[in-house]
């Protein structure tokens, strides 16, 4: 298990990042910013579990708050995401100012949707995308896709997502992955909903684990 510093970053005229970063021993080959949810935070045992398997094995993580988090320890996102895409945008050049190494973008639901974002916007912002949960669209309402971006999404990028999970089924999950323009992947998760299966974190940090660093490790050599 690595041992997590406390990391807050209140650089003027900066977003503020907080959050929780992890450090591999002796040194980092590549680096990942984690991010939550919209009913979560940094803290979420997901997240946790994922950030200690990625630094047992030479990654930097940040887990960090999303500032709409930040502004308020509960309820859900508000505006359009841009404050939460400028927030995720300067978690990366805060860990790159620690570890010059290779950085990822990943997140959970809502973080993973801002994170893919954000790397549409502009794709050298990350060498690699990790996307757990990638909310398609609110359940029960197919129609209201969120893909909208995935066109202009150049970024390499590995999906988790669970076979039971009411914001997107894997044939949906297929379908939206053809819309990409760069190398995906899909990891998916017999019977597991939304939140990944309960209480088997460490055993699937260590699956997604594997399968990020079979796609995305030739990136960071």
Do not use: W
Request: aromatic share 6%.
């Amino acid at each position: 298990m690595s041992a997590a510093e406390t990391l807050i970053d209140q650089t003027p005229g900066k977003p503020p990042v907080r959050g929780f970063l992890h450090r591999p021993f002796p040194t980092a080959q590549a680096a990942l910013v984690l991010t939550h949810g919209a009913g979560s935070n940094c803290g979420a045992p997901l997240l946790v579990a994922i950030a200690e398997a990625f630094a047992a094995n030479g990654f930097a993580v940040l887990r960090c708050d999303l500032p709409f988090r930040q502004a308020r320890p509960h309820g859900p996102p508000f505006g359009k995401g841009e404050q939460d895409r400028a927030g995720l945008r300067r978690a990366l050049e805060v860990i790159c100012e620690i570890e010059p190494v290779p950085t990822f973008l990943g997140g959970h639901s809502y973080g993973g949707r801002q994170a893919s974002m954000l790397a549409a916007e502009d794709a050298a912002i990350a060498a690699g995308l990790l996307l757990l949960s990638y909310p398609l669209h609110p359940p029960d309402k197919p129609a209201q896709l969120r893909t909208a971006h995935f066109s202009k999404l150049h970024t390499r990028s590995l999906f988790v997502h669970g076979c039971r999970d009411p914001f997107g089924s894997l044939d949906e999950m297929q379908s939206a992955r053809a819309l990409i323009p760069a190398q995906t992947e899909l990891l998916h998760i017999e019977g597991a909903g939304h939140d990944l299966g309960r209480g088997r974190y460490d055993e699937l940090a260590q699956r997604i684990l594997a399968a990020f660093r079979k796609l995305m490790i030739p990136l960071a050599a």
